[in-house]
């Protein structure tokens, strides 16, 4: 096949069929020649099916690889009180990749997207702590999608893995396996930012201490999107929906405001007068939520 020619050249996926749709069908033809991808598209293909997709669904060419998950809060107007959270995540392929490393960031993206757990903001326990271990060590986490890639590469580019050397470094000696524990340690490396991020966290109420395995020794790996070893992208990926979501509440504050004060005036009969005081204690209850959560992020 024209594809299989191309598999050890520097040939943009996205050139290797003028549909972009078929374009991603063959990288899937190629993951599931190794063991490990196949399993993984076994697995997102069904995810994909509970949600009444396909697998080419949910791949898309993208300016950057990435599984983006967008959380949808759905309330009413006459109801801010009454949410329905609902998330939905997209894979995207960086369209500029040849098509070797389109399949190991294939593999990489689709862990995330069958495995990671989504999160919350609008919650109380959406804490800086368990999202940056989350992020990086937790179910479908940086480590756990890095070990999915580094083993579809050995399997089926063993002549490009050589070259892949931080694969090799997060591989146990003894087992001659890839160790999540070895990759936990490398992820948490640094370098000089450590003592100005010790410092970032504690502005959040995180002690440094927190993380047991953060080091200032050189970093072996940077996120794409921030530019910044992983823990620092977690902390800037927090701050930063955290902010959103506080944004929402806010306006989410605004309409229930409107509502108990549109209510006042129709204190006449005692089932009014009780359900406005219920609307009162709700307000207030999602006013304390929000101020307890939000206080770091207001006009940031």
């Known amino acids: 096949m024209h594809t299989e020619s191309n598999l050890n050249s520097k040939t943009r996926w996205i050139l290797i069929h003028k549909d972009p749709q078929e374009a991603i069908r063959l990288l899937f033809s190629t993951l599931q020649k190794s063991k490990i991808g196949r399993e993984i598209a076994k697995q997102a293909k069904a995810k994909a099916g509970q949600h009444g997709k396909t697998l080419l669904d949910v791949v898309r060419p993208g300016k950057t690889s990435i599984c983006d998950t967008t959380l949808v809060r759905r309330f009413s107007k006459s109801n801010p009180d009454q949410v329905v959270y609902e998330s939905e995540s997209i894979v995207y392929l960086d369209r500029n990749l040849s098509v070797i490393n389109a399949i190991v960031d294939l593999a990489h993206e689709l862990t995330h997207y069958i495995y990671k ?151 006449r009969e005692p089932a009014s007068i009780s359900e406005q005081f219920s609307k009162q204690r709700t307000f207030e209850y999602m006013q304390g939520s929000y101020l307890r959560r939000c206080s770091k992020f207001i006009n940031q």
């Open 117 to 267: 757990t989504p999160f919350n903001p609008y919650k109380l326990n959406f804490t800086l702590k368990e999202f940056i271990q989350s992020t990086i060590e937790g179910k479908g986490g940086e480590v756990e999608a890095y070990i999915a890639e580094c083993g579809v590469l050995y399997d089926l580019f063993p002549q490009e893995a050589a070259q892949h050397s931080n694969c090799e470094k997060i591989v146990d000696t003894n087992s001659n396996k890839f160790s999540k524990k070895k990759g936990i340690v490398a992820f948490y490396k640094i370098g000089q930012q450590f003592s100005e991020f010790k410092g970032q966290l504690k502005d959040y109420g995180v002690e440094a201490a927190a993380f047991i395995h953060l080091s200032e020794e050189a970093p072996m790996f940077i996120s794409s999107a921030y530019d910044r070893p992983y823990p620092e992208a977690a902390f800037l990926e927090y701050r930063s929906i955290m902010q959103r979501a506080c944004e929402n509440d806010f306006q989410r504050l605004g309409v229930m405001q409107k509502s108990v004060d549109s209510d006042i005036g129709k204190m």
